[in-house]
Every structure is written in structure tokens, then in C-alpha cells.
Nanobody, 124 residues
């Protein structure tokens, strides 16, 4: 079992940047594909970015492509999400998640472990 803790959320103006971190404990992070999801009030939880165990392959949905970058440092048991050019619609609770998948995991049902979330608020 792995425990995940997000940090780095906060309030920022439109066009600004934030970097989220996800620290893992309990198991080595290199055993898992990882992802960031977000959930805004009244909406379903949505995939924001995902990365394979090695970190060599990533996937982004169109609404964040070119603005967000997911990365991981397995030696530090940590994953990151660099968010640039933030928009008001990026406001949400952001979660990190881990999947035992050995390939890229874009389906939310593949994720077994979740953090508690960190709030990101983007205002104009």
C-alpha cells in the first residue's frame, strides 16, 4: 500500500503558475503509474495528466496540453505537476493517484491509491 500527500496548491491570478507536489510513503513510487486528477464542484473527477512508471511517457487531455507538465523523481518518491498559463476554469481540488498499471493509465478505474487533494483557485 502507498500513501500519497499533495502540496503546493493555493490561489493565483489568471495567467499565473503553480507547482503541485505529491509525496509518497509506504511503497516505492517506481512500482506505480501516476496521475493528477481534478474535481470542480458539481463536476466529475477528471484526468489532468498521467505518467508511466519510468517517467518516459506522459499523456495530457487537450484542455491542459501545452500548459501543464507532469514529472516524477522516483529516487525521491515524488511526483510534480507544473501548471502554467492558468485559467479560471482550472480552479478545482487536485488529487494525485497511483496505479499498479505497467503501462500508461488513462482510465480512472485503474487508480487504486489517492491523496486527499490540494485546492487550486485561479481568479481574475
Amino acid at each position: 500500500q502507498v500513501q500519497l500527500v499533495e502540496s503546493g496548491g493555493g490561489s493565483v491570478q489568471v495567467g499565473g503558475s503553480l507547482r503541485l507536489s505529491c509525496a509518497a510513503s509506504g511503497r516505492t513510487l517506481s512500482d506505480y503509474a501516476l496521475a493528477w486528477f481534478r474535481q470542480a464542484p458539481g463536476l466529475e473527477r477528471a484526468l489532468v495528466a498521467t505518467i508511466t512508471r519510468s517517467g518516459r511517457t506522459t499523456f495530457y487531455p487537450e484542455f491542459v496540453k501545452g500548459r501543464f507538465t507532469i514529472s516524477r523523481v522516483n529516487a525521491r518518491n515524488t511526483m510534480y505537476l507544473q501548471m502554467n498559463s492558468l485559467k479560471a476554469e482550472d480552479t478545482a481540488l487536485y488529487y494525485c493517484a497511483a496505479s499498479p498499471s505497467i503501462t500508461l493509465a488513462t482510465d480512472i478505474s485503474l487508480y487504486r491509491y489517492w491523496g486527499q487533494g490540494t485546492q487550486v483557485t485561479v481568479s481574475s
